[in-house]
């Protein structure tokens, strides 16, 4: 579904559930990650690619009631009544409710809000859902209220809202690719400084994203236990980020304790990666962005340990027929993986994924 078909269908699922016309609709995509996983939260550098055709809609229009935001998801058909008060309670409509409020809290305690969402995401893909869900509502509680929305500043404002409301101590890439990215580009974005810069695209080759069937879960504790493993690397290492360190670190960083030295060895590899990704992107050498996706999703799983068994085998199975590259991406412990396939074998290479993974489906070639 294009973005425009994506805006028509929120306003149709507003108008169902509401009553009436939506006052603002706004969309917001999902992303891939190309390299650099673990790094944002560490100050380095990532490769996102904000996606074509998957994301999320939201339409909004004042009332029911002061203090009140009635949430409505056309894609579940499901509606949740939420009070500005509330804390988050692991629901979907935690992240529309931070969102509203952060962009228009004293204009939900006059009229408050009704909102209905539209995804063509799928959950626990890592593919950002939820980035894209804050982006697109923060889009439409800017534009409802005539606010500014600069996508810089939408992008830290989601990143707060997932920290501070939702409590997942994620990194901004996910926010910043969604609300900066151009769908279809990949954007290489150095997460400390949050200087960024489109990537070009690989002459004659696709990225085919693959979701493995098995859904992560990132408010779960593997990911918060990562961030804080890096915490207490950077700690014993005396550094503020691990992206302090550099290659006059190695004898240090070998010498930490289980599994510290295994957590910072892919921060400062997937750092490296990315860099010489951005590298091969601008090269056009699709064999060496390839060999560095291979490395990056060995490290994924022998140093970061955040792969599971399928999007092991989906990896490996992706280069056996032929693929130039593949890792898992995004947040880790399932989700998608991304494979770099050349044009002409695309089709061949998605019957093969098809046949030998009837769990797994593929949900875009860009
Ligand atoms: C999740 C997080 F939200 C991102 O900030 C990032 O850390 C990613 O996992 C891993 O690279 O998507």
Redesign the pocket.
């Known amino acids: 579904m294009s973005d425009r078909e994506q805006l028509a269908a929120v306003a149709i699922a507003y108008r169902a559930h509401f009553g009436g016309d939506p006052e603002v609709t706004a969309y917001a995509p999902g992303r891939v990650?190309l390299l650099?996983?673990?790094?944002?939260?560490n100050g380095g550098y990532?490769l996102p690619m904000a996606l074509n055709g998957l994301g999320v809609a939201v339409a909004l229009g004042r009332g029911p009631a002061p203090g009140v935001v009635e949430a409505y998801s056309g894609s579940l058909d499901a509606t949740e009544t939420r009070h500005i008060g509330d804390a988050a309670e692991g629901r979907w409509s935690d992240y529309l409710l931070g969102s509203l409020k952060a962009m228009a809290e004293a204009e939900i305690r006059e009229t408050g809000l009704s909102a209905a969402l539209m995804t063509t995401l799928p959950m626990g893909a890592?593919l950002?859902s939820?980035?894209a869900l804050e982006v697109a509502s923060l889009r439409a509680a800017a534009g409802l209220f005539g606010k500014p929305a600069c996508p810089v500043e939408i992008a830290r404002m989601a990143r707060a809202v997932?920290n501070e409301f939702v409590g997942?101590p994620?990194?901004?890439?996910?926010q910043f690719a969604s609300s900066v990215g151009r769908p279809g580009e990949a954007l290489f974005l150095n997460t400390r400084t949050l200087e960024h810069a489109p990537a070009p695209a690989l002459p004659a080759h696709r990225f085919v994203i693959v979701h493995s069937g098995v859904s992560h879960q990132?408010t779960e504790d593997g990911?918060a236990t990562r961030v804080a493993e890096c915490r207490a690397a950077c700690d014993a290492l005396g550094v503020d980020m691990l992206s302090d360190l550099g290659p006059a670190d190695g004898t240090r960083i070998e010498a930490l304790p289980e599994p510290l030295n295994r957590r910072t060895r892919h921060v400062l590899g997937d750092n490296n990666r990315t860099l010489h990704g951005l590298a091969a992107l601008r090269a056009g050498d699709a064999a060496e962005f390839g060999r560095l996706m291979i490395d990056s999703h060995a490290s994924q799983r022998d140093d970061y340990q955040i792969t599971v068994p399928q999007t092991d085998a989906l990896a490996e199975a992706a280069l056996a027929l032929g693929a130039l590259g593949a890792r898992q991406t995004?947040?880790?412990w399932g989700g998608s993986v991304v494979a770099l396939v050349a044009e002409t074998r695309v089709d061949g290479w998605i019957a093969g994924i098809s046949r030998g993974f009837p769990a797994a489906r593929v949900l875009t070639v860009t």
Do not use: K, P, Q
């Not at 650099?36 to 939260?41: K, N, R």
């Not at 994620?170 to 996910?174: N, V, W």
């Open positions: 990650n650099g996983e673990h790094t944002d939260y990532v890592g950002s939820s980035a997932e997942m994620c990194g901004i890439m996910d990132l990911y995004g947040g880790g």
